[in-house]
């Protein structure tokens, strides 16, 4: 990702000193038809899954509710299966995981902050705090046949190098479950155009960047991930997105052979 570069660049710069950049800007005026389907990328547009999310459950708890997860995740083709939950926040979705799949191992990665993550022993989940990009805690309980990770996506600067780690904690064949805030759709930069817009407030900590659909599908086939499902229905008249993929076998590598988002030193 440009920001791991820039940064590289600054900590070897001197306090006073110049850098002197060039690049290749987006020179689109409008977004064209989906370019990823232009690119050959596929995905598949499911219709009927409508966000459900009522008043009693702030939306601040709650990105994707418990009917549309179980909507989206065939409990008869996951139950007993190895569970990893990315960001479980309050734990709703982790006790429908718990009760609706009955897994043989339930992992749950989170940040260390004041919610009260009591659910997990109740759920009997073992949770992690540690980072999702260095998850070496959680690696050792892959593969895993099921990733859930809803909301986070989009609070994460190294996004490829986020779906390229869910690719190494998965074996073939597992499902990803992937919700994220989006590009707002009522931008000039829709759905349509493969971008990520970059919100930073200086006076909070953490950052937002918002990937477009047409970006997360692409990203999502970038890092090896297969038969991408958009589901359109969802929150249509807000900007939020839901998918589901599937690991493939093989990805893409980037320069020098290595995958999308993974230097040599983040697979050490």
């Known amino acids: 990702m440009r920001h791991r570069l820039l940064t590289w660049i600054n900590r070897a710069l001197r306090p006073t000193g110049l850098i002197v950049v060039e ?26 899954i ?9 939306t ?12 989206i995740v065939p409990a008869a083709e996951f ?14 979705h982790t006790r429908w995981l718990a009760s ?16 009260d993550h ?19 805690q959680v690696a050792a309980h892959a593969p895993f046949d099921l990733i859930v990770c809803l909301g986070v996506l989009y609070h994460n600067v190294d996004q490829f190098r986020l779906l390229s780690t869910l690719w190494e904690l998965a074996r073939p064949g597992t499902m990803l479950a992937l919700e994220s805030t989006v590009t707002p759709l009522e931008n000039r930069i829709s759905a349509a155009e493969a971008i990520v817009e970059i919100r ?13 659909v047409s970006a997360i599908v692409t990203m999502l086939a ?20 839901l998918f589901t993929a599937r690991r493939a076998a093989e990805r893409p590598v980037s320069y020098h052979g290595n995958p999308f988002g993974l230097t040599p030193h983040a697979l050490r």
Request: net charge negative.
């Open 222 to 241: 970038m890092t090896g991930w297969t038969d991408v499902r958009w589901y359109q229905d969802f929150r249509t008249v807000s900007s939020a997105a």
């Open 200 to 212: 930073w407030d200086t006076k909070r900590v953490g950052n937002v960047l918002l990937p477009s």
């Open 50 to 58: 409508i966000d459900g999310r009522v008043s009693a459950i702030p």
């Open 23 to 48: 690049s290749q800007p987006s020179l689109r005026e409008a977004p064209e038809a989906f370019p990823a389907r232009q690119l050959g990328i596929g995905w598949t547009p499911v219709r009927g």
């Open 118 to 136: 009591g659910y997990a022993a109740e759920c009997g989940a073992v949770l992690y705090f540690e980072n999702i990009l260095e998850p070496r």
């Open 79 to 92: 139950t007993g299966a190895r569970v990893l939950e990315v960001g479980p926040k309050v734990g709703h």
């Open 100 to 115: 609706a799949l009955g897994p043989s191992e339930l992992v749950l990665i989170d940040l260390a902050t004041a919610v």
């Open 60 to 71: 601040s708890e709650l990105s994707v509710t418990v009917a549309d997860l179980a909507a």
